[in-house]
């Protein structure tokens, strides 16, 4: 989030707006740039955080996005590149000057550096690293050996750490004389003659601690060793659990290599969350920013999944066709119980699919869990049903017709409350990203079952 100095003005009456850019201030921003106006847009750009000038950048378009870099010049903050998306950052990459994005990349935490260089071609990655001072490049390196998505990827190299016997005095008169402590951080992490972590000390016990105090004394209650080789997922997990402001991470020896901090915790949580709703739409990793063509592609294979489905849902209807033939009312009815199913597997996917990404949903409790969705499908389909069954009665004249679409509405319901919570499950177990692979499955499910169900007691009933 912008500190309070660097967030854009917003229009009094838009409180909904209030961290979106404004539009009179990029109006003021893209004129220094169609009138090569420097100092104009050194002014408007230099109280604006990294994040709003990479949000500016993700937002125009490509011609205008390389004029303003050029623009900027020698003043390009690292920092912007860390916040870029990734579907754009490779082409700022490329505007940028060596000299410039030499500077640039030279601020940057090592965490952030690997981050911008990890999805990079590799020509790309040892122009970056060619600028790196040498132990700066030895630890991206390093980093970069480590699986990705993994916690050796997450951490930063910059670690402040102290004997575990030093007390406050000689802990404050180390830092002091340090020239080269990361720009933020919240911990000392105490460590053993073996670099194993064994506690953390918060800066604020520190200071309020008297020098001849032992560090030891003052270590949190709460701490937790990240292993390098951990799935950053599981570690944004352990930060959201435990309130972790920042944890450290140990080697296969359990020696100290690095420390993870909330804020690259919290961008890991938030972008499985994004993934999560993304893949349930079944529009992949897409991007606002992306191409066409990119996103063409990315959409393609979900499409087709959906053509399938249908298809399937197509053959069981046209098994009743002479039924449908015969009461043409079937066929006005028959969407709208396929589509109250969808919508409630829908609901009861989507609530399973969540649960298991924060691991709240187990083997301990998924058997309740299940029971309630088919309960809660349960009644909405009977209360739908009384409500179906009235207009059928109503719209078509005969008693039948309402019978046999509550009946089919009840059914439906209860198994798509079913669906939406077993499928994911044993998509879970079986190794199989449920957000993926759930949304076909349950829609595939309550279709030919809303379809059958419905049909087929309008044959036993009506013919």
Known sequence: MAEDDAVMEAEPEQEDDAYLLNDRAVARIMYAVDTEDRERLLAELEPLHAADIADLLEQINAFDRRRLIELYGRDFDGDILSELDESIREEVLYTLHPEVLAEAVRDLESDDVVDLVEDLEED??????????????????????????????????????????????????????????????????????????????????????????????????????????????????????????????????????????????????????????????????GSIADRVIDTTKQRFPWLAVNLVTAILASLVIAQFEEAIATVVALAVLMPIVASMGGNAGTQSLTVAVRAIATKDLTGRNVWRVIRREVLVGLINGLIFAVVMGVIGVLWFGGPELGYVIAAAMVINLVVAGLAGTVIPVILERIGVDPALASGAFVTTVTDVVGFFAFLGLAVVVLL
Do not use: C
């Not at 016990?205 to 292993?227: G, N």
């Not at 140990?250 to 893949?279: K, P, S």
């Open 124 to 285: 790309q990655q040892t122009a970056i690293l060619d600028v790196l001072e040498d132990s700066d490049r030895v630890a991206v390196q390093h980093s970069l050996t480590y699986p990705e998505y993994s916690a050796g990827r997450l951490m930063q190299r910059e670690v402040v750490m102290a004997p575990e016997h030093w007390n406050v005095g000689e802990a404050i008169d180390y830092l002091r004389n340090q020239d080269d402590l990361p720009d933020q951080f919240y911990h000392i992490i105490l460590v053993d003659p073996r670099l194993k972590p064994v506690g953390n000390v918060t800066l604020g016990k520190l200071m309020a601690s008297r020098r001849e105090v032992l560090l030891t004394s003052l270590v949190e209650e709460t701490f937790h060793v990240i292993p390098v080789t951990q799935d950053e997922e599981d570690v944004a997990y352990a930060f959201n659990q435990y309130h972790l402001i920042s944890a450290p991470v140990v080697d296969e020896n359990e020696r100290l290599v690095g420390v993870i901090t909330i804020d690259d915790a919290m961008i890991v949580l938030d972008e499985e969350h994004e993934e999560d709703i993304m893949r349930l739409a079944g529009v992949g990793e």
